[in-house]
């Protein structure tokens, strides 16, 4: 499975998202991250205070979001 740099962004807002009254609560309502580094940190809250479903789909996205950073990095 590939995906593209928007599919990536899309995937990690729906999770938010979906995961807003459980696990998100802490954040504004109307929060969404926006660089890297803010999706990383709302996956690792998702994974912190999330179910297991949660986990493994902040897992999934976070290995493909550190393939975006590699990339970038790589661009250097």
């Known amino acids: 499975m590939s995906l593209t ?4 962004v899309r995937q990690i807002d729906a999770l938010v ?4 009254a459980l696990c998100l609560w802490f954040l504004r309502p109307d929060y969404f991250p926006r660089s890297d580094l803010e999706r ?3 996956l690792s809250d998702i994974q912190r205070h999330g179910d297991l479903q949660a986990y493994r789909q ?3 996205l976070k290995q493909w979001l550190s ?3 590699s990339a970038t990095s790589a661009n250097c």
């Open 17 to 20: 998202v979906s995961q807003r």
């Open 40 to 42: 990383w940190r709302v």
């Open 67 to 69: 393939q975006t950073f």
């Open 58 to 60: 902040a897992a999934l």
């Open 5 to 8: 740099r928007d599919d990536l």
